[in-house]
């Protein structure tokens, strides 16, 4: 099975699809950094492994990095190192391109060393716009927000705006007004 691996490896090389991503550890706000492995991908087989894992850092918290064509991603996975190592390196790309979109370790006690995975990036749900309109807030709301501890955001969601006259919305109010002021001045007319 190893033979198998240093041939895909060896035939890797030979195509010119495989990329080499050296990680590295840090301590966070310094700068020197202690290689941690290699990470060989070829995109064309799909085919991932971590070799040249160094067994002899100082168990310690450290930001996980990598430098790939001439960037450094300085920390992919912040991380406390213990050993003997048990961790999982995901390597996150699209299917139909193979571009390297994330990479990530996280603990695992059911592997020995690092262990890579492929993963390949799925599109989630899309979510249904809803249009939103400015509101304007007196001092007031403002006030009445605080005191229920809502936050003092200045949108929400479109409502229907009724588009009625003065008269379609208070036409209630309006014949009660007159309903009164005909019984008013009927009972003051029949007492003169």
Avoid at 36 to 55: G, W
Wanted: some cysteine; hydrophobic content about 35%.
């Amino acid at each position: 099975m190893k033979t198998l691996w240093a041939f895909l490896i060896l035939l890797g090389a030979v195509c010119g699809t495989e990329m080499r991503i050296p990680l590295f550890v840090q301590k966070p706000g310094r700068e020197q950094r202690s290689p941690l492995a290699t990470v060989v991908y070829d995109n064309e087989s799909n085919f991932l492994e971590v070799t040249d894992v160094i067994d002899s850092l100082q168990e310690d918290a450290y930001c996980v990095g990598a430098q790939m064509a001439e960037n450094y991603y300085s920390c992919f996975s912040f991380i406390k190192l213990k050993y003997p190592l048990h961790y999982d390196l995901f390597l996150d790309t699209k299917s139909d391109s193979h571009l390297l979109y994330k990479l990530s370790l996280k603990p695992n006690p059911h592997v020995s060393g690092i262990v890579g995975t492929i993963r390949n990036v799925q599109e989630g749900p899309e979510v249904n716009s809803v249009k939103l309109r400015r509101v304007t807030k007196t001092y007031e709301d403002k006030k009445k927000n605080a005191q229920l501890g809502s936050s003092s955001a200045s949108f929400q969601e479109d409502v229907e705006i009724d588009d009625r006259t003065f008269l379609q919305k208070n036409w209630k109010y309006l014949l009660i007004g007159l309903v009164l002021y005909a019984v008013s001045t009927a009972g003051g007319s029949g007492q003169q």
